[in-house]
């Protein structure tokens, strides 16, 4: 068994250890709460050097999850048709977009000061310059400030 799969059922032994709670969102449609179980702060390490940590015990579709990584970080996009795939089609408005998903927040400006942009930066608007999008930010502090702790997308 690989070690991706033996640290699922650990996790799962020990959420099932765990008491139910009720939760106040979401809730069912007769507007009574859902119980869940769970586990906090779990951090699984993997050593990409051994084994790829893609689980055997439950179907995992590779091609569907790559296709939404690249519709999140490549096209930054909130139009449902451009991932397609309809996993997100109940989430869509009458226009086909999820405004606020994932692709809207990589998406976002990131500002990083006033006045004259430096090498590699945009002037965003009224004096302020930064970067367009997350990624952008991203990637560029990768290669200018590598030890930074902000090199994070949220």
């Known amino acids: 068994m690989a070690r991706v799969d033996k640290i699922f059922q650990d996790n799962l032994a020990l959420i099932m ?59 930054r996009s909130v139009d449902i048709k451009d991932l397609g795939l309809h996993i997100w089609d109940k989430w869509a408005d009458d226009n086909g977009k999820i405004e606020g998903c994932y692709g809207d927040m990589v998406n976002r400006h990131v500002y990083m000061g006033t006045g004259k942009a430096p090498d590699g930066m945009t002037d965003i608007h009224d004096g302020l310059y930064g970067f367009l999008n997350q990624t952008d930010f991203i990637l560029w502090s990768l290669k200018n400030d590598r030890s930074s702790r902000r090199i994070v997308a949220s």
């Open 17 to 75: 250890s765990q008491p139910w709670e009720e939760v106040k969102r979401p809730v069912y449609g007769d507007g009574t709460g859902v119980k869940v179980k769970r586990i906090l702060q779990v951090c699984n390490q993997y050593d990409l050097r051994r084994e790829f940590p893609l689980g055997s015990l439950r179907p995992t579709n590779l091609k569907n999850s790559i296709k939404e990584i690249l519709w999140i970080w490549q096209k």
